[in-house]
Nanobody, 115 residues
Framework: QVQLVESGGGLVQPGGSLRLSCAAS????????MGWYRQAPGKQRELVAF???????NYGDSVKGRFTISRDNAKNTVYLQMNSLKPEDTAVYYC?????????WGQGTQVTVSS
C-alpha cells in the first residue's frame, strides 16, 4: 500500500554535493510530515531532516547548514539537497513519514563520500 522510492545517491568527494529524491505514495505524503533517515554500517538508523505538512523544517545537528529538505506536493516527492559532504555522511539514505506510522521502508539510496 505504501511505496517509497529513493534515488540520487552516488560516490562523491568530500566537499561535494548530491540531491536525493523520494517518490512517496500520495496518502503518506499528504497525511504526515516527511523525513530523510540514514543508516551507516554497524549503526542505528537516524533521522537527519524532516519537513512538516506546513513546510516547517528541522535538521539534525550534524547536518545543519549543509542539508536542505524540501517537498513538491504536486509530485508527491521529497528532496534532500546535500552540500559540503563529509566522509561521516556516508550511509544508506531512506525517506519515510515522521513519525513512522507504518514500518514500510524503501530500498534506500547509497551515499558514499570518499577521497
Amino acid at each position: 500500500q505504501v511505496q517509497l522510492v529513493e534515488s540520487g545517491g552516488g560516490l562523491v568527494q568530500p566537499g561535494g554535493s548530491l540531491r536525493l529524491s523520494c517518490a512517496a505514495s500520495g496518502t503518506i505524503f499528504s497525511i504526515n510530515a516527511m523525513g530523510w533517515y540514514r543508516q551507516a554500517p554497524g549503526k542505528q538508523r537516524e533521522l537527519v531532516a524532516f519537513i512538516t505538512s506546513g513546510g516547517s523544517t528541522n535538521y539534525g545537528d550534524s547536518v545543519k547548514g549543509r542539508f536542505t529538505i524540501s517537498r513538491d506536493n504536486a509530485k508527491n516527492t521529497v528532496y534532500l539537497q546535500m552540500n559540503s559532504l563529509k566522509p561521516e555522511d556516508t550511509a544508506v539514505y531512506y525517506c519515510n513519514s515522521v513519525p513512522v506510522v507504518v514500518p514500510s521502508w524503501g530500498q534506500g539510496t547509497q551515499v558514499t563520500v570518499s577521497s
